[in-house]
């Protein structure tokens, strides 16, 4: 196995035993990233929020405790990453506050216009088709409303095109925004 197959292994499509270190490592290595893209996002009293790709569940945890969302909802193409962030999000899931789901970015099994905010960090640069991702969060998104897409500087992800990707997904206001471990860009949803 060649070192971008074990990468993606541990971290791009977690599977097997890789797929459960790397997400232990995901677990224990972002620092005070995810809370601060959490914090660019802004989230108000009883917002919907979705998180794609979410992972071992870190930013699903803190939306729960440090946010004051009504309902988060996550969905992962890694059955791996599903158990351990159900089973870092257990109580939450237990109180009908989190909701997560097995799938892909590119199908969301979601109604359109149905959350206030969505966010993803890390994960759109192993996306298949990223147009085709970033055009589902568009539609479950009410006009109006907020993304946040987060990059470590590990992640591979390059700022350079990902605004011209998100108008090309109806995306508007996009602004990249950086900070020592990686960067985030925000954009609203068009109508
Ligand atoms: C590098 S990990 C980042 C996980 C988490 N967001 C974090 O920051 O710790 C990438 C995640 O995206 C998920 N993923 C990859 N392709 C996906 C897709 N097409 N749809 C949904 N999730 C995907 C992987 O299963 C993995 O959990």
Redo the contacts with the bound molecule.
């Keep these: 196995m060649n070192v971008d197959s074990l990468l993606m292994r541990m971290?791009?499509?977690?599977r097997g035993l890789l797929g459960r270190l790397?997400?232990f490592i995901?677990?224990h290595t972002?620092g005070t990233f995810?809370p601060w893209v959490i914090e660019r996002l802004g989230i108000d009293p009883g917002e919907r929020v979705l998180?794609?790709?979410?992972?071992?569940g870190?930013?699903l945890r803190r939306l729960a405790e440090a946010t004051p969302a009504a309902f988060i909802a996550g969905?992962?193409?890694?059955q791996e990453?599903v158990e351990q962030a159900a089973s870092r999000n257990a109580k939450a899931i237990a109180q009908g506050r989190i909701d997560l789901r097995l799938?892909?970015?590119?199908r969301l099994p979601f109604d359109d216009e149905s959350f206030d905010k969505v966010l993803?960090?890390?994960?759109l640069q192993?996306?298949?088709d990223a147009g085709a991702?970033l055009r589902e969060m568009r539609r479950v998104l009410r006009t109006g409303g907020g993304l946040a897409l987060?990059f470590?500087a590990h992640?591979r992800q390059s700022s350079a095109g990902l605004v011209e990707k998100l108008s090309a997904a109806d995306f508007a206001e996009v602004r990249l925004i950086e900070m020592k471990q990686g960067f985030c860009v925000l954009a609203k949803a068009l109508p």
């Excluded at 799938?103 to 590119?106: F, I, P, R």
């Design positions: 971290f791009g499509r977690p790397g997400g995901m677990a972002k995810t998180e794609v790709g979410f992972g071992p870190i930013a969905i992962d193409s890694s990453m799938g892909s970015a590119e993803s960090i890390n994960s192993v996306w298949p991702g987060g470590t992640s």
